[in-house]
């Protein structure tokens, strides 16, 4: 698919208060199914444009706050174990499993978190 964007002219307004014109180039791009040769002005992600990122743990939950993912697995294990006693096997395996569809954090923790998953089901798990 093309994309076709015409130039125009936008308001901004300064850190001091002021309003300002500022040109915005015409763009013009194709996508693709997963990528495209252009990131679009909404995309999110390191590789956007303009990049929306925000820490994904950012306060005290289920899984003991920022920093879960680079302690130790024996850290991880324990925070798992008082959390499925806490909250529950489901709504814990559901916390890891929020993390797992984040596009950004599987590239890069996919295999710890997927780690974390397998040790929720195989230690707590439905018994078949």
Not at 4 to 15: E, F, G, I
Not at 32 to 46: E, I, L, N, V, W
Not at 114 to 126: C, V
Request: glycine fraction near 10%; aromatic fraction near 8%.
């Amino acid at each position: 698919m093309t994309i076709d964007r015409h130039a125009y002219t936008a308001l901004r307004r300064t850190p001091s208060g002021q309003l300002v014109r500022v040109h915005v180039p015409a763009s013009h791009f194709r996508v693709y199914r997963g990528h495209s040769t252009k990131a679009s002005r909404g995309a999110h992600g390191p590789g956007a444009l303009y990049p929306h990122t925000h820490a994904w743990i950012s306060h005290p939950g289920k899984l003991g706050g920022p920093g879960y993912i680079h302690k130790s697995p024996a850290e991880r294990h324990h925070l798992l174990n008082a959390c499925v006693q806490k909250h529950g096997y489901r709504s814990c395996l559901g916390s890891i499993m929020v993390l797992e569809r984040n596009r950004a954090l599987a590239a890069r923790y996919g295999r710890t978190l997927a780690s974390d998953r397998h040790y929720l089901e195989g230690r707590f798990g439905a018994r078949r």
